[in-house]
């Protein structure tokens, strides 16, 4: 299995979805190498045997590697590659590239690579270099799949594949449209598009995803299969009944302060909200290239003193936010899956999603609103502010609900694809 | 002869329109006139006009051999005479022939009678004076909405003077005993009890057009040899069922019409069936036991019980919150708080709310106009809530609001009616600005402290 980060080394959900999958798969009986392009040693190892590209040697003399990576070198980065990084950061990355692109050319054909695992501006560089030594691992070992998550995986996928004839399961977690939306980068889209026609089988995260993947990328409706995430169940519930320090009820968004997670419905939901009801607190916590705009946007609506910014919200603190919150809301314009209001609805948090979300699919118990319907969405927050039941439905059936969805049946329909392909 | 009794329901509720929790003390006009409008004329043309047109040809052609019971609620009626006048025509038509009798029920097809028998007897009378005044017959014979019964709804249906009503054919309450006799309540054997049929009737009902049933296709033949089959001795077959079943449950290219015309046909040619009214079958037979039913039951889904509209906690805060006001209304005067105190009752607003189709039930969600069961709760409170705010406040100015009314009255009696209409909403709301807001803040702050 071909992933490029594990926990606790995580930026996104794709780490997070990687490992409960791993484990749900062990489960079943089904043998995972995972292998990620920087390990730190303290990954866990419980479910799986992690292996370090980096530890990787690869021979440069065989034709087949420099023949591929004659294939890919020519990629260009572009600026919507870097999805888990907010701008200044990247700018940062860019000017340290450009001291050190020299060097690295010459650092592809020497045996080992250090990877530097991290969404920077030599990622495509990596993603190629990654693929090498997938095309190596797969000559070198034993195993009857290969499975490879999202794009920055797929020529890891695809070279071993044809060194080993194995069959290829792609993961698609995001596509490149969730992401940059119509701006999207072609370098990326064709590393899907080709992952994907080469693939075996597609597995998509949601029928949202599926439908992009059919029509976008234009991929044989037959292979492509919805295997809905899940979430893991919960480790502590102490932490549930953090204190709240204010005695008014808050409403919470949590995520990237970006455009594909719709933060500008979520605030001119909080304004009609609060036009009649002054007893309530909005919280945006995250950070994103559109944090500064929705600040601004605050301050114009005078909404600003029930209206907080809390910045990058990471481990127990994310946990403290939903414990302390009354609603959570993901407004997103565009979300393959969505994770984070299962974690809400596990800390008894009722939930508005947006019905452009591939969570959706698999929810009953949340109020399900168009992200533009900034009436609906008011009137949905209003509603669990007010009427009491609803919250105890929520609650009550929201949690059962989220229990049910466990990484281990989501494990046994990938399970059942592998065993389609063998 | 033995006897088969036909009764059909016919129900429209007036649905919601899509109200906002800010529409809460500046708007007071809670119906969606448009699709109200626009479903009560599609089902005049699919179902009531042409399903009347055959038990009319049928009437007409067999005389006295051929008889059928019809209860229509209060919302009905008063949407046939907004949208659809034709149809009340029809029925007129019907009730004419003297072959069809009518059946009284709550004129809002609510589910009072489980909780307030004061509104539950006050509802029955409206509906009844409705229909004597249309058809001319007082009912004599009670149906309650969704066939809800239980021993303690006997006894009011009793007091009232009917002395005949129907139910479900529960197996929970028969249990090893046959649905095919006239029966009478146990604690009050004066009333007879007419049971459904369930098998027979939901054969036509659910089963007609599925193809993946054994017994598809559902011929007239095929039901007469049924009938035929029942145990002789058993006098009595109920079929019950919402009267939309033709034409719109069941759609024409089905031939359910041609079923319904050829079916009466086919089983008054056999000479052993005898065509009956709901009061007829309760004056020809002799109840031939006594049936016991402390907790309610319903026709409803496979439980027989009251769970598709009161079995979550959102149907539960919705229908209790309704009925605090119940007192207040028992005294209202004014003609727009009544109305909406009767549409608001309609049990199809917490028919919506149910989760349990997320399990089961597809019927729950092909007559939900809302996207869940919880969009269905928001808006409907986000509405009471306006609701419980004018009529507290018509409680808190007693006499003012009596003024209102007789300007309101003054206005319908010269203005035209559609500009009418417009003037007094827009009076209402200005005369209400300044007077909602305070009490608006009142809720909230009880909503706050809960």
């Not at chain 1, 294939?71 to 590659?81: A, F």
Request: proline residues 4%; glycine residues 6%; contains cysteine.
């Amino acid at each position: 299995m071909f992933g490029w980060e594990f926990p606790p080394h995580i930026t996104g959900g794709l780490g997070t979805a990687c490992f409960g999958l791993t484990k749900g798969l062990l489960k079943h009986g089904v043998e995972v190498q995972f292998v990620v392009p920087k390990a730190y040693g303290d990954e866990s190892q419980e479910a799986v045997r992690l292996i370090n590209a980096s530890d990787v040697t690869v021979m440069m003399n065989d034709p087949v590697f420099r023949e591929y990576w004659s294939q890919i070198t020519y990629m260009e980065i572009g600026s919507n590659l870097i999805p888990y990084v907010g701008p200044e950061v990247f700018e940062q990355m860019v000017s340290e590239n450009i001291n050190t692109k020299v060097q690295e050319s010459s650092r592809v054909f020497s045996e080992r690579f250090q990877f530097s695992g991290k969404y920077g501006h030599d990622l495509m560089e990596e993603v190629a270099r990654y693929a090498l030594v997938g095309a190596s691992i797969a000559a070198n070992s034993e195993f009857d799949v290969i499975h490879a998550h999202d794009w920055l995986t797929y020529s890891a996928g695809v070279a071993a594949k044809k060194i080993s004839g194995k069959p290829l399961v792609v993961h698609m977690h995001a596509t490149e449209f969730d992401r940059s939306g119509e701006n999207y980068n072609e370098n990326v889209y064709e590393i899907e598009r080709k992952g994907m026609a080469e693939a075996d089988r597609v597995i998509t995260v949601s029928n949202l995803t599926r439908n992009i993947v059919i029509e976008r990328y234009h991929i044989d409706p037959d292979k492509v299969i919805t295997v809905h995430n899940a979430v893991e169940p919960p480790e502590k519930t102490e932490l549930l009944d953090a204190e709240k320090k204010v005695k008014e009820k808050i409403v919470t968004f949590l995520g990237r302060i970006t455009f594909q997670k719709g933060p500008e419905y979520f605030i001119e939901a909080a304004c009609k909200v609060l036009e009649r009801d002054k007893n309530v607190r909005f919280v945006m916590a995250g950070t994103g290239d559109l944090m500064e705009k929705m600040i601004r946007r605050v301050a114009k609506l005078k909404i600003s003193s029930n209206f907080h910014f809390t910045g990058f919200l990471k481990g127990e603190n994310v946990d403290r936010m939903f414990a302390m919150s009354d609603v959570y809301v993901m407004p997103s314009v565009s979300e393959p899956f969505g994770i984070s209001p299962l974690e809400a609805m596990r800390s008894n948090v009722p939930v508005v999603i947006s019905k452009q979300s591939g969570v959706a699919e698999v929810l009953n118990h949340v109020m399900k609103v168009d992200f533009w319907d900034v009436d609906a969405m008011a009137d949905a927050i209003y509603g669990l502010l007010h009427y009491d039941s609803l919250n105890t439905m929520f609650v009550t059936n929201g949690t059962e609900e989220v229990n049910n969805l466990k990484w281990e049946s989501a494990a046994r329909k990938v399970a059942d694809i592998y065993e389609s392909v063998v | 002869m033995r006897s088969i009794c036909l009764y059909f329901q016919v129900h429209q509720p007036f649905r919601l329109r899509t109200y906002r929790f800010f529409d809460i003390g500046a708007d007071h006009y809670y119906y969606n006139d448009y699709q109200n409008k626009r479903i009560a004329r599609r089902i005049a043309s699919d179902c009531y006009l042409p399903a009347n047109e055959v038990l009319l040809g049928l009437i007409n052609e067999f005389g006295t051999a051929f008889k059928v019971s019809f209860s229509i609620s209060g919302t009905a009626i008063e949407q046939f005479k907004k949208y659809t006048p034709e149809v009340l025509e029809s029925f007129k038509r019907l009730a004419q022939t003297g072959n069809v009798e009518f059946l009284a029920e709550t004129y809002a097809h609510s589910l009072v009678g489980l909780n307030d028998p004061a509104e539950f007897k006050r509802q029955v009378h409206e509906h009844a004076a409705t229909i004597k005044e249309l058809f001319g017959v007082a009912p004599t014979a009670f149906r309650n909405t969704e066939l809800v019964y239980s021993n303690s709804i006997a006894g009011m249906v009793l007091d009232m003077g009917y002395k005949t009503m129907l139910t479900e054919g529960s197996k929970q309450v028969l249990g090893w005993k046959s649905p095919n006799f006239l029966y009478c309540s146990a604690p009050h054997q004066r009333l007879k009890l007419l049971l459904r049929n369930y098998q027979l009737s939901d054969d036509l009902a659910f089963r007609f057009s599925q193809k993946d049933w054994n017994e598809w296709p559902l011929t007239a033949e095929k039901f007469v040899s049924w009938l035929n089959k029942v145990e002789p001795k058993q006098e009595l077959v109920n079929i019950f069922m919402d009267y939309e079943t033709f034409g719109e449950h069941q759609k024409a290219d089905s031939g359910i019409f041609g079923f319904l015309r050829a079916f009466p046909e086919q089983l008054i040619k056999t000479r052993k069936w005898a065509f009956r009214t709901v009061s007829e079958v309760s004056t020809d037979l002799q109840p031939v036991a006594s049936i016991d039913c402390p907790h309610a039951i319903s026709w409803a889904d496979e439980e027989r019980d009251l769970t598709a509209w009161l079995g979550n906690d959102l149907q539960q805060e919705a229908f209790s919150s309704l009925y605090k006001v119940s007192g207040i209304m028992a005294d209202c005067k004014d003609a727009d708080l009544h109305r909406d105190w009767n549409y608001l009752q309609a049990s199809d607003h917490f028919y919506y709310m149910c989760t349990k189709w997320f399990s089961d039930g597809e019927v729950h969600h092909y007559f939900n106009p809302y996207g869940s069961p919880y969009d269905a709760f928001l808006n409907y409170m986000n509405v009471l809530s306006d609701f419980l705010i004018r009529v507290r406040e018509y409680a808190e100015n007693f006499p003012a609001a009596i003024e209102t009314t007789n300007v309101r009255k003054a206005l319908k009696a010269t203005e035209k009616p559609v500009s009418k209409e417009k003037n007094t909403t827009k009076k209402e709301i200005k005369a209400g600005e300044t007077v909602i807001k305070k009490p608006a803040k009142k809720l909230a702050v009880k909503a706050k402290t809960k």
